[in-house]
């Protein structure tokens, strides 16, 4: 390793590492809060906003932007230092936060969203790399567990702050809370972590940036319009669909020819990361199944308040935090595979509760269905983030977490917009099929609110809850499939792993 490639962290003298982590650990809270808040609160977003056909693009803009900005954070990361990249991350996700609470429509709300997530590329994964940066690995292993109490922690006070934002104040204070808790962890940051950088001539892969960005957008594009706006076999969607072809295809043939790639092709010779990364895309089309369309599942069809519906989303955080814990504690003694399979075999049972899940079963049943995922994913990712830290050498460490992390909030992208595509198309189906062509998927804004939902005929109710129900159990079957998918990729998970250098 060359002494001039490297950032180094200089923990005896300048680090503070009780200061750094606590910082760390507020900065993974906003990420880990920013979930259980939103999904708690959109479905009193769009009865307030409007726009139900829109609700997956708060999620997907938010996430694509993510996608496209964390390889780019996690190379400057390696290149210039976690500190200011860090704080330049939190500071543009911090601006995104207050004008999401401002916005007037889900149109504006979507653009915020997005700059929201252009910040919010940089808070996870150097957060996790610095981590891996001031801890050894057995001690990683440990920290795993602090980690998963904050998304713990969150799971309670999320769903709850969220329902009385809601309830008693404004939906907007969902986003502005994340202002001064991403403050205190910019300026321990700042101020404790010690790093010294070896500058030299660096080249940032922004033309590799703008494929993948022009790839996964035309995808997303696809995902939710097709069947809905337009037909599967229209022209718009062949063009897309041939756009994302193309990008991804130049996006490699730029990655192998420039000096410095966003994401280094080489990385992904190693068959650990390669299982834990297409893994973690899956389960991240799971997570975000979960996490989008649950809650609206326990307000619009069982007519549970914002709180319930959150509490079922933190039994899956609640059940990571023991996941992740447990395989802290015996992941060296079982090795890493046993873990993984066992993450696995959790996350596809808990998804067949959902497959199962009925109105008249009540919302204890989704919250076992989310407590089993949750268990299935601590066990699993925790897995996969120790293992790829080890795996790869200390000046690769940072981009190999941001591809990690890359794969799940494209994993989160594409599944917001599949399977926000497969609610749409069976929504303006089912309407069609019983005879209300009239009514197109908005008027599902007047379900999500209790007030209008009163002015309705009962006949139109019960029309619009059938037609939520049914499309959303669709939903729920294609996110059993993609954990069918899961479990057979973490079957080739590696037996052994290669100590990092």
């Not at 708690?40 to 906003?49: G, Q």
């Not at 990249?85 to 429509?105: P, Q």
């Not at 702050?161 to 809370?177: D, E, K, N, R």
């Not at 990729?489 to 290669?498: A, D, G, S, Y």
């Amino acid at each position: 390793m060359q002494e001039s490639d490297q950032v180094h962290i200089n923990k005896s003298m300048k680090t503070n590492r009780s200061v750094v982590l606590a910082s760390v650990l507020l900065a993974i809270f906003i990420a880990a809060i920013e979930g259980t808040i939103v999904a708690t609160a959109i479905p009193s977003i769009v009865a307030d906003l409007g726009g139900f056909s829109l609700f997956s693009w708060v999620f997907s803009s938010f996430l694509l932007a993510q996608a496209v900005t964390i390889p780019i954070y996690g190379k400057l990361a390696d290149l210039y230092g976690r500190k200011p990249i860090f704080t330049f991350g939190i500071i543009v996700f911090l601006i995104g936060s207050m004008l999401c609470g401002l916005a007037k429509t889900m149109n504006m709300l979507i653009v915020f969203r997005l700059i929201q997530g252009l910040g919010a590329g940089a808070v996870q994964p150097i957060a996790t790399t610095i981590i891996g940066d001031i801890f050894n690995l057995s001690e990683r292993a440990r920290i795993q567990g602090y980690v998963s109490s904050v998304w713990g922690v969150s799971s309670i006070i999320g769903p709850a702050l969220g329902a009385f934002f809601v309830q008693y104040v404004h939906w907007a204070w969902i986003f502005w809370v994340n202002v001064p808790i991403g403050v205190f962890a910019v300026a321990g940051i700042w101020f404790f972590l010690g790093e010294t950088v070896h500058k030299r001539q660096h080249s940032i892969d922004y033309i590799g940036s703008g494929l993948i960005f022009v790839s996964i957008s035309a995808l997303m594009i696809v995902f939710i319009q097709a069947g809905t706006v337009w037909g599967w076999y229209s022209a718009p969607v062949i063009l897309l669909v041939g756009v994302s072809i193309v990008g991804f295809y130049l996006f490699i043939l730029q990655e192998r020819r420039t000096a410095e790639p966003i994401m280094p092709l080489e990385i992904w010779n190693d068959s650990l990361l390669v299982v834990s990364n297409v893994a973690t895309l899956t389960t991240g089309i799971v997570i975000i199944g979960i996490s989008s369309f649950l809650p609206t599942y326990i307000q619009g069809v069982m007519g549970q308040s914002p709180i319930i519906s959150g509490f079922v989303i933190a039994f899956m955080t609640m059940g990571w935090l023991i996941g992740a814990m447990l395989a802290g504690k015996v992941m060296f003694k079982f090795g890493f595979r046993r873990i993984a399979i066992a993450g696995g075999f959790w996350v596809l049972m808990g998804t067949l509760f959902l497959t199962a899940m009925r109105p008249e079963r009540g919302w204890l049943w989704a919250g076992a269905g989310s407590l089993l995922i949750g268990i299935g994913m601590g066990l699993a990712r925790t897995v996969f983030i120790v293992g790829i830290q080890d795996s790869v050498e200390w000046k690769m460490r940072g981009v190999a977490t941001a591809s990690n992390m890359f794969m799940n909030i494209l994993g989160n992208t594409m599944g917001a917009a599949l399977l926000g595509g497969v609610l749409n198309t069976k929504l303006t189906s089912y309407l069609k099929s019983v005879g209300e062509g009239s009514y197109n998927t908005d008027v599902i804004n007047v379900l999500l609110d209790p007030v209008k939902k009163g002015t309705l005929p009962d006949k139109v109710i019960n029309l619009m809850t059938s037609g939520l129900t049914i499309s959303l159990q669709y939903v729920f079957y294609g996110i059993f499939i993609i954990a069918i998918l899961s479990f057979i990729l973490v079957l080739f998970f590696p037996i052994k792993t290669r100590k990092a250098s």
